[in-house]
């Protein structure tokens, strides 16, 4: 094993923290780490436990649509048993630890396209999945999912070449993405931890949206809305001015700037 090595003592020697990543179940190989986590979740794993993955088979994105996980990115997810008036800040949790991870590792300075997409230079470099299980006001787990280009070529994926960027082909050299695991295990239970005593996760990942003040169009489930993105609400739906006055309040969709 050489230095750097992705191997659960690697990640969770001298980690520091209480409870995330100090249990790391690690595949070289996988289909989605969202299911070995939920499986594990049902089972009742310990808060913080985390599934990563070498490469991911079936990696899955929001909407149904598939996550591309090569070799040489993150796939991890981590199970988490949130009260249920916390639920809808792990987005937020989420995509501050990647923005801090990256801003720490590297010196590359991330924005977030509203709700939790990380890009770089405008262009995507991370995507986040937050599943849950809800049982009337019980939240019985939830998994934040995070797929991160870290060493990728993206001349070798053309399909996502013209929209997904990756940390190496920013900086021009590779990355270890060990630490930058370790940073965001770090950074998402800090979070975590901050989100009972008060809204400054909720006022930091507001301020790092690239999206507010911005014409965009959003398309959520069957209906897509043409308008300014004009702030966020405190459970991190986005508030759309339309053309006619109105203001739409949207919980999910996909957003495209528009000039
Ligand atoms: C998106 O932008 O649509 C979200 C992508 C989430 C991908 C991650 S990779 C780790 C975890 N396992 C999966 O199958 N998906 C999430």
């Known amino acids: 094993m050489g230095k750097g090595d992705l191997t659960p003592t690697a990640i ?3 980690l520091g923290t209480r409870f995330i990543g100090q249990r790391v179940i690690y595949y070289p ?6 299911d070995v986590a939920r499986r594990q979740a049902q089972q009742g794993a ?3 436990t985390a599934v ?3 490469e991911q088979t079936a990696g899955r994105g929001r909407r149904q649509r598939a996550w591309l996980s090569p070799k040489g990115s993150i796939a991890l997810s981590i199970i988490l048993y949130p009260e249920l008036g916390y639920l809808s800040s792990l987005i937020m949790v989420a995509s501050l630890a990647v923005v801090h ?3 720490q590792v590297t010196g590359l300075k991330p924005q977030i396209k509203w709700p939790n997409d990380v890009l770089i230079n405008n262009k995507k470099v991370c995507g986040i999945l937050v599943e849950s299980e809800v049982k009337g006001n019980r939240v ?3 998994i934040i999912g995070i797929g991160l280009n870290v060493n990728l070529n993206l001349s070798d994926l053309p399909e996502i070449s013209s929209i997904a960027t990756s940390l190496s082909q920013e900086l021009g050299r590779n990355v270890s993405q060990l630490d930058i695991i370790r940073c965001l295990l770090a950074e998402i239970e800090r979070l975590y931890l901050s989100l009972p ?3 400054s996760v909720f006022q930091e990942w507001r301020k790092k949206l690239a999206t507010l003040g911005k014409r965009v169009q959003i398309s959520s489930d069957k209906t897509v809305y043409d308008g300014v993105a004009e702030s966020v609400a405190g459970d991190g739906s986005l508030m759309l001015r339309q053309s006619d006055g109105s203001l739409t309040k949207i919980v999910a969709g996909d957003v495209t700037l528009l000039k």
């Open 12 to 14: 969770t020697n001298n």
């Open 140 to 142: 019985g787990y939830a």
């Open 101 to 103: 991870g990256i801003e």
């Open 197 to 199: 005593s008060g809204d």
């Open 46 to 48: 310990a808060e913080g």
């Open 52 to 54: 990563i993955a070498g």
């Open 29 to 34: 190989r996988l289909k989605s780490t969202m």
